[in-house]
């Protein structure tokens, strides 16, 4: 899935720096087409809707930590 790969490129690229409304966008845009991402989505609802609410938002280190752990366990992009 080409999309998927993509999707999960950008997740783990704005764990780096702060989410944007247009990515936000982006990421709801995708689960609400996308099925497989939706195990990865669940524990970033509530990340999605704060930003929704705020605009833009920088998540905090350690959260970012463990989001990081957590989809390169579920992710495995190839090539890393
Ligand atoms: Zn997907």
């Given at each position: 899935m080409k999309e998927?790969?993509?999707f999960k490129?950008?997740?783990?690229?704005?764990?780096?720096?702060?989410?944007?409304?247009?990515q936000c966008a982006e990421f709801e845009k995708h689960i609400d087409n996308c099925t497989n991402c939706d195990e990865i989505i669940n524990n970033l609802k509530d990340i999605i809707d704060e930003c929704?609410?705020?605009?833009?938002?920088?998540?905090?280190?350690?959260?970012k930590m463990?989001?990081?752990?957590?989809?390169?366990?579920?992710i495995r992009i190839k090539g890393e």
């Open positions: 998927c790969e993509h490129k950008l997740l783990c690229d704005y764990l780096d720096g702060e989410l944007s409304k247009e929704k609410n705020q605009g833009t938002l920088t998540i905090p280190e350690h959260m463990s989001l990081k752990t957590y989809i390169k366990e579920k």
